[in-house]
């Protein structure tokens, strides 16, 4: 487990790197959860991956602050907090571009078996960032 290859994985997957740029730091079938109804269908950190590579499309300035990066060694766990910042100026989002902006906290929690990810969780309250956007 390091901690400089979760700070990798989670640039990669912030900037929309998608699964080709965050496989290299996972277990091909690592879990994903997250209690939103955003993301309840996905239940693998490929599928959350791409689901952030097109969560760029619409909100092409999407960019992320990053707040606390810690690792836990007991647990072999790693945890991030940041802000998402963007606009939606971009197509394929659920409306036609608003224009309206999100700074949205969340929190990652990742699990490690070796120097990969098995699992991670992401803490997140997507009906407030929905509303920032125009999208709910």
């Given at each position: 487990?390091?901690?400089?290859?979760?700070?990798?994985?989670?640039?990669?997957?912030?900037?929309?790197?998608?699964?080709?740029?965050?496989?290299?730091?996972?277990?091909?079938?690592?879990?994903?959860?997250?209690?939103?109804?955003?993301?309840?269908?996905?239940?693998?950190?490929?599928?959350?991956?791409?689901?952030?590579?097109?969560?760029?499309?619409?909100?092409?300035?999407?960019?992320?602050?990053?707040?606390?990066?810690?690792?836990?060694?007991?647990?072999?766990?790693?945890?991030?907090?940041?802000?998402?910042?963007?606009?939606?100026?971009?197509?394929?989002?659920?409306?036609?571009?608003?224009?309206?902006?999100?700074?949205?906290?969340?929190?990652?929690?990742?699990?490690?078996?070796?120097?990969?990810?098995?699992?991670?969780?992401?803490?997140?309250?997507?009906?407030?960032?929905l509303q920032q956007l125009g999208?709910?």
């Amino acid at each position: 487990m390091g901690l400089e290859s979760a700070k990798q994985f989670f640039d990669a997957c912030e900037t929309g790197k998608g699964w080709e740029g965050c496989k290299g730091f996972c277990h091909s079938d690592a879990t994903f959860s997250s209690q939103t109804g955003a993301l309840s269908d996905i239940s693998s950190l490929e599928g959350y991956c791409e689901w952030m590579k097109n969560l760029l499309i619409p909100i092409p300035d999407g960019r992320y602050e990053l707040k606390f990066f810690g690792i836990d060694e007991t647990t072999n766990s790693v945890s991030a907090v940041a802000v998402f910042h963007g606009t939606q100026t971009g197509p394929e989002g659920p409306v036609p571009p608003t224009g309206k902006t999100i700074a949205a906290d969340y929190a990652y929690h990742m699990i490690f078996d070796g120097d990969r990810i098995k699992h991670m969780t992401k803490i997140w309250n997507d009906t407030i960032s929905l509303q920032q956007l125009g999208w709910g």
